[in-house]
């Protein structure tokens, strides 16, 4: 799978269901060639006009689907 396949996908919080953003970039480690950390730009809203980006580590993942990543995120907003 290429970072563009994971670009296309929604992020969805599996804590309260909503969209969290898309992917805009990624940071790798070094040493390893493997994804740290998606870097996430926020869903905008009429009542949310938060742009700060949200970086999401790869163990906050719990699945990959055809259109949508699940994410349990703890430590956010």
Not at 55 to 66: L, V
């Given at each position: 799978?290429?970072?563009s ?7 969805v ?42 970086e999401i ?21």
């Amino acid at each position: 799978m290429n970072l563009s396949d994971l670009q296309n996908k929604d992020i969805v919080n599996i804590n309260d269901g909503k969209k969290i953003g898309n992917i805009i970039d990624a940071k790798f480690n070094i040493s390893s060639g493997l994804i740290e950390k998606l870097i996430i730009e926020p869903s905008k809203s009429l009542f949310s006009l938060k742009s700060s980006e949200i970086e999401i580590s790869f163990s906050e993942i719990k699945k990959i689907g055809e259109d949508v990543i699940l994410v349990k995120l703890n430590n956010h907003e």
